[in-house]
């Protein structure tokens, strides 16, 4: 099972007790989300960045470890750079046309 870097030691103990004693299982694994980002990329080192709709993170990550001390966090992410976006093509005029909104599709006479 995966879990964001800065999870907490106190619920990551919380996790492990509810897997072991509430879903009898007999082994399980817990590793950081930068970590098996490394490893699906054939790498035991280097600097993932992971950037979502809230938070956009840095995440140092050596022979398998995430160094806590040098995770970089920022709140510019997918739903800021949306909004910025929205707010840019209004000013524009641009209109903008959900695809859901679409009925069909109608071929015009362009280049």
């Not at 509430?22 to 035991?44: D, E, M, Q, W």
């Not at 280097?46 to 995770?71: F, M, N, W």
């Amino acid at each position: 099972m995966s879990e964001a870097p800065w999870n907490a030691r106190a619920k990551r103990e919380k996790l492990t007790e509810l897997m072991f004693e509430h879903y009898n299982i007999p082994a399980f694994f817990l590793c950081k989300t930068a970590v098996l980002t490394a490893f699906a990329n054939g790498r035991s080192t280097g600097l993932v960045l992971d950037s979502g709709a809230t938070h956009t993170t840095a995440l140092p990550v050596h022979d398998g470890y995430v160094l806590q001390q040098g995770i970089v966090k920022s709140p510019l992410a997918g739903d800021f750079i949306t909004m910025q976006c929205r707010e840019l093509f209004q000013e524009m005029g641009v209109e903008i046309v959900p695809p859901y909104m679409i009925s069909s599709k109608v071929t015009t006479g362009a280049l």
